[in-house]
Nanobody
Framework: VQLQASGGGLVQPGGSLRLSCAAS????????MGWYRQAPEKERELVAVITSGGSPNYADFVKGRFTISRDNAKNTLYLQMNSLKPEDTAVYYC???????????????WGQGTLVTVSS
């Protein structure tokens, strides 16, 4: 199972970016999916998660600015980030709880990370 994150880049404060994370491989089904971030010299922190049914939850510091969504048919996760601030600068990682095909085993999988830099 592989998760491929994309969409990061350099944006000015107040700008927007949309991250994507495509899951592929021997996937039977995916439960929750989420976005995490890690800024330099800080621990990784949860940004937002979404259930298989589409119910989202957000960290307080992104409420009203970020929107998480998913396309179950495409096994793809999104994060629409608006009103970006310099403190949003971090490497963003996607995560998915996946049941592999032909097994009853569930496991967490991580994408490789995509860098978001908010700076003027």
């Amino acid at each position: 199972v592989q998760l491929q994150a994309s969409g990061g880049g350099l944006v000015q404060p107040g700008g927007s970016l949309r991250l994507s994370c495509a899951a592929s491989g021997s996937i039977f089904r995916i439960d929750s999916m989420g976005w995490y971030r890690q800024a330099p010299e800080k621990e990784r922190e949860l940004v937002a998660v979404i259930t298989s049914g589409g119910s989202p939850n957000y960290a307080d510091f992104v409420k009203g600015r970020f929107t998480i969504s998913r396309d179950n048919a495409k096994n793809t996760l999104y994060l629409q980030m608006n009103s970006l601030k310099p403190e949003d600068t971090a490497v963003y990682y996607c995560n998915a709880l996946v049941q592999r095909s032909g097994t009853r085993v569930w496991g967490p999988y991580w994408g490789q990370g995509t860098l978001v830099t908010v700076s003027s």
